[in-house]
């Protein structure tokens, strides 16, 4: 997973990736520190997501524009358009069950047309 350190970096990213995910943490954060492996883990079955971290503690302006006032946050836009947001005590397979079905949605089903 990437770092992101300017808002201009992230609109880019956001503009140029059919789909990217955001995730928000901070490494003072025991939940964040035991939450990205996973979700990094979750990613590396979806390979035409583009993944991205944002250091909430260091990184505020950043966080701020996109509405992030606590950690962890993960985002999922779709084509530039944000499309999930999952924040705080987030549950894996919820989030994953989302992921999943917007890929093959976008992806499979694209595809077959």
């Known amino acids: 997973m990437e770092q992101v ?4 970096e992230m609109n880019q990213l956001i503009k140029t990736n059919d789909m990217l995910l955001a995730y928000f ?11 990205q492996p996973k979700i990094n883990a979750m990613i590396d079955r979806y390979p035409n997501i583009r993944a991205v971290k944002v250091d909430v503690q260091n990184l505020s302006e950043l966080s ?3 509405h992030i006032f606590s950690a962890p946050v993960v ?6 358009k944000e ?3 999952e924040a705080g005590i987030i549950s894996l397979n919820s ?3 989302k992921i ?3 890929y093959q949605l976008f992806y499979l089903e694209a595809t077959q047309s």
């Open 64 to 66: 701020a524009s996109f």
């Open 100 to 102: 999943s079905r917007y």
């Open 25 to 35: 943490g901070s490494n003072t954060c025991g939940v964040c520190r035991d939450l």
């Open 75 to 80: 985002m999922l836009f779709i084509q530039g």
């Open 95 to 97: 989030l994953e069950e």
């Open 83 to 85: 499309t999930v947001r």
């Open 5 to 8: 350190n300017t808002v201009i």
